[in-house]
């Protein structure tokens, strides 16, 4: 089935620094990735759509500016949330759409950040 | 735009015993249905999905859902839950024929009680 993966699982960082978190998609194409992230014990919130080649779709309330979106293949995104502070502490999920198939993503394991 | 209602946060139940997780989406248009599941630490897992056809819905482990147009519902069954089941579980929405986005519930927590 599709897999898709994410680095790092868990990174602690301090405050002011930039961290980069990588989603692939390991055994097909993804032209379309979601970035997600989860507050503990909440539901996850649609950060932003990210297409290959294109800039990334952000929701309504994320900073574009602070988290990062590169979309360069059709199996790598990348979310780099800059000069993180300890609100930005959560866990970031991932998604990937198999091409041409618009009824399915498929989650990566997600990626714990803690910002001290 | 749409949106997902899971109105269950938490969900204690026997093991062995069955179970049903409710909820009910509102959206303008027709659309997809999902249940996914969340372990402990980890990313998502897809339960079952209604995309069209019979509304009844198999999924992995055990699971099945009824799509009710009528009450915009998509409640998720299963007629004996096991410890293993113990996890996080999250309804969700697509519009069909839109940007493909899916929207999430908050989620319920079933908890087996041994």
């Known amino acids: 089935g599709a897999v898709v993966s994410q680095h790092p699982s868990r990174v602690i960082c301090k405050s002011g620094t930039s961290v980069k978190i990588e989603c692939r998609s390991l055994d097909f194409q993804a032209t379309t990735m979601f970035w997600y992230r989860q507050f503990p014990k909440q539901s996850l919130m649609l950060m932003a759509t990210?297409?290959?080649?294109?800039?990334?779709?952000?929701e309504q309330g994320v900073e574009k500016d602070k988290f990062l979106i590169n979309h360069a293949s059709l199996t790598l995104s990348t979310l780099t949330v800059t000069s993180a502070h300890p609100e930005d502490s959560s866990f970031y999920i991932c998604?990937?759409?198999?091409?041409?198939?618009?009824?399915?993503?498929?989650f990566g394991p997600g990626t714990r950040l803690t910002v001290l | 735009a749409q949106s997902v209602t899971q109105l269950d946060s938490q969900v204690p139940v026997f093991e062995e015993a069955p179970v049903e997780l409710r909820c009910n989406y509102s959206?303008?248009?027709?659309?997809?249905l999902f249940w996914y599941v969340q372990y402990p630490n980890q990313g998502l897992q897809l339960l079952l999905k209604?995309?069209?056809?019979?509304?009844l819905v198999k999924g992995i482990n055990g699971f099945e859902a009824e799509f009710n147009k009528s009450q915009t519902s998509f409640h998720l069954r299963k007629p004996s839950v096991h410890i293993s089941d113990t996890a996080e579980y999250f309804c969700a929405v697509s519009e069909r024929n839109r940007d493909d986005k899916i929207i999430f519930g908050k989620g319920t927590r079933l908890h087996i009680l041994p």
């Open positions: 990210s297409n290959e080649g294109s800039k990334a779709t952000y």
């Open positions: 209604y995309l069209s056809g019979s509304t």
């Open positions: 998604s990937a759409r198999v091409a041409g198939v618009y009824n399915e993503q498929f």
């Open positions: 959206s303008s248009v027709s659309v997809y």
